[in-house]
Structure formats: structure tokens, C-alpha cells
């Protein structure tokens, strides 16, 4: 079975109108082979995209304190009539994740929400333009030992058309990252649900999400057959990077059952060879290849409660540091996501760090405000 990964999401139809200024510098129709865009343009189009996100991150934001990386916002920027519509039903979907995330005691203080350009390409009065935000959230203090703040970045492709007089019109703007929507990002459609192969494999038990959890037994962090704390600090040391040591599968379905494999490598788990197509095995070699469980959200959990290296957890509040959390988004019966618990605080909110879209410390409790209806699987490890 090949391991499907969160659909990516997109914001269709996306247009925004920007009337020509000084530092449109660059006319986009005096060209019709395709070039990369000079400086003046790339800052144009990093403006339009710092706009947009920045206006969906303060949605989130108790009294709205975000600062724009990309510099002031332009004044001369306006939407279209269809973006306002887009980007007003995407302001209103987070003002109501906003308000799931109160029900469950979460709260930020501030942002830090910057966007650069990776490559833009202008063709004729065309221009694609590949872009990285960075957003940090700084957590309210509401229960006294949240983390300071939480991390992610996404990567977004825009299209532009270029209008008379210099300036540009946004057509689209889709995100290029697997896996679970960042904070400020609106929810997907679903994607279509599959067929069940009919094959039967160790799925393991769904986990309540009701909050606060049942008391569970204290996880001992080290000095057992396991270094917990070992892989939570391997987990925060790459959760924005890649480790050269191993290939990374951003852009072949995402990368965040890699990323897991790895942290819990470093924490003490040992390979068990044999074929890479049978789930009850799990390795990696830099030469040859890896196991389909070191990198398949399935795969892996198959593998770990045939070899017993977890146990399922009634309630996912009661995950600690490196226990996992997979998630079914739709619940079509295929996890389509991995993510490892690298902070826990004293009144038991758990903190996930994952890659695609590569994150740091996002509360469960996010997790869940953004998909309420999932199915989730809790590992204690």
C-alpha cells in the first residue's frame, strides 16, 4: 500500500489588484521570454504575499499585534471584489478556530509573520513566484507554562498577471506543503476518501480528544531502553532543516514519517532488517534505501504495534515527550499524517513538532481546533 500524505492546500481564485507605484519598477509586459524577476519586483510580489498572510495571522492574535516581515504594508495595495470575498471567508474560518482554540484554553499574544522569495519567474505579463513564510506565535499565558511561542513554514506558489500601469493582479496562491494546515491557513476541501484494500493490518485503537485527559502513568524520560528527551531535542534541532544524513521526501508526499523515524533513531530505537516491503520491518541505509514503515504513516504504524514498540493511548492528552500522534484527517481508514510530542506542560497539553508544513511546538490543542472531525491515534512509545 503506498502511503498517502495530507492533500495540499489551495485558495482558488485569489485576486488582488495593485495599482502601479514606485516600487513597481519593473514592467512585466516589456518582456515576452520568460526571465527572473530583478529585486524591485521579487519585493513587490513579497509584499502582496506578506499582505495576504499577515491578515490571516492576525485573525489569530488577541489585540492583533503582528509584525509584518516584509516591511510597512503598502498603502497602494487594494483587493479585487472576489480576493475581499476569498480573503474575508478565509479571516472569518480563523476567527472561528480562534474561538475553538479559547474553548480549549489557548490564546496568542503576538506575531512575527515574514515572507521572502525563493524564485520568481515573469513571462510576458505572466509571473510564478515561489515564496517561504515564517511565522512565529507567541503563546498567551493562560495556564502558566506554555511554551514561549510556536513555529512554522510554508511554502506558497503565486501566479500574477500584470495590469496596465505597472502593477500586478494575484491570481492564485496554493500551498506546496503536505500535511496538516499551518495555523493561519483555512482547511481544505477534503480529499476524496479510498476503497479498503481489504487486507487486514494492525491499525490500532482511535484516541478521545476530550480535554482534560484521564490521569495515565508518569513516562520516565531517561535511563530506560529509551532516551525520550534524546529525541524531542533531535525532533527541535531539525524541525525547520534537514538533517544531510538522511534523504528528506518533502516533495514526494511529505516528509513527516521520516522525520519521526529519525527522532526516535536518535533516541535508541534499533532498525530490524529484512525487506523494505514488509511492515514489520523498519531501517534506513544511506546507500540502499529504507524500510516503506520508515517513511509511510501507515507503514510505521504497522509496524510499531506488530514489534510492540507502542501502545495505543486512550486519550491523545495523555501523550508525553516522544510519544507520536498520527492523524486520519478524513477518516477514510489511511493516517495521513505523523507528528512527535516535544513538549508537554504541567496541566497536560502536549506540543507537537513535525515536518511538511515544518513546525515547532503546535499545541494539540491547535491541532485539533483545526481538525475537529478527525480520527487521531495516540503512540505511547
Not at 476541501?189 to 485503537?205: E, F, I, L, M, R
Not at 480535554?211 to 531517561?222: E, F
Not at 520508515?294 to 501523550?319: C, D, H, I, K, P
Request: hydrophobic share 35%; proline share 4%.
Amino acid at each position: 500500500m503506498i502511503p498517502r500524505r495530507f492533500r495540499p492546500a489551495a485558495i482558488a481564485g485569489l485576486t488582488v489588484a495593485v495599482v502601479s507605484g514606485s516600487w513597481f519598477a519593473y514592467s512585466a509586459s516589456a518582456v515576452s521570454g520568460p526571465r527572473t524577476a530583478d529585486r524591485a519586483t521579487s519585493d513587490a510580489f513579497a509584499h502582496i504575499a506578506d499582505e495576504v498572510l499577515s491578515q490571516r495571522t492576525q485573525a489569530l492574535v488577541d489585540g492583533q499585534q503582528v509584525r509584518h516581515g516584509s516591511g510597512k504594508a503598502n498603502n497602494k495595495t487594494r483587493l479585487s471584489a472576489e480576493l475581499k470575498k476569498d480573503q474575508d471567508a478565509a479571516i472569518r474560518s480563523l476567527q472561528s478556530r480562534k474561538t475553538r482554540l479559547a474553548e480549549l484554553g489557548e490564546a496568542y499574544t503576538a506575531a512575527d509573520t515574514r515572507v521572502a522569495v525563493d524564485k520568481a519567474t515573469v513571462t510576458g505579463g505572466k509571473a510564478t513566484v515561489q515564496v517561504t513564510e515564517h511565522t512565529t506565535l507567541t503563546y498567551k499565558k493562560l495556564r502558566g507554562d506554555e511554551p514561549d511561542n510556536t513555529d512554522f513554514r510554508t511554502r506558497y506558489e503565486l501566479t500574477l498577471s500584470s495590469k496596465k500601469g505597472g502593477g500586478w493582479e494575484l491570481t492564485s496562491i496554493k500551498s506546496q506543503d503536505a500535511g496538516p494546515v499551518a495555523v493561519n491557513e483555512p482547511v481544505a476541501a477534503k480529499a476524496a476518501t479510498v476503497t479498503d484494500d481489504g487486507n487486514q493490518y494492525p491499525d490500532g485503537t482511535p484516541a478521545s480528544t476530550k480535554y482534560p485527559a484521564p490521569a495515565s502513568a508518569p513516562k520516565v524520560k531517561t535511563g530506560g531502553a529509551y532516551d525520550y528527551n534524546a529525541m524531542a531535542k533531535y525532533a527541535e534541532k531539525y524541525w525547520s532543516s534537514y538533517n544531510p544524513a538522511y534523504r528528506k521526501f518533502n516533495g514526494s508526499g511529505g516528509d513527516c514519517t521520516n522525520f519521526i523515524s529519525q527522532a526516535l533513531n536518535a533516541g535508541g530505537w534499533k532498525p530490524v532488517p529484512g525487506s523494505s516491503t514488509d511492515y514489520r520491518n523498519w531501517w534506513y541505509d544511506a546507500s540502499k534505501g529504507q524500510s516503506q514503515s520508515w517513511v509511510g504513516a501507515n507503514e510505521w504504524a504497522w509496524f510499531t504495534l506488530s514489534n510492540q514498540r507502542a501502545t495505543n493511548l486512550a486519550n491523545v492528552y495523555q501523550m508525553d515527550i516522544g510519544d507520536i500522534l498520527q492523524a486520519d484527517f478524513n477518516k477514510d481508514g489511511s493516517k495521513d499524517h505523523s507528528m512527535m510530542v516535544t513538549y508537554r506542560s504541567s496541566k497536560g497539553m502536549p506540543y507537537l513538532t513535525y515536518h511538511s508544513t515544518n513546525t515547532y511546538r503546535k499545541s494539540l490543542a491547535s491541532v485539533i481546533a483545526s481538525y475537529p472531525d478527525a480520527r487521531y491515534f495516540a503512540y505511547r512509545t
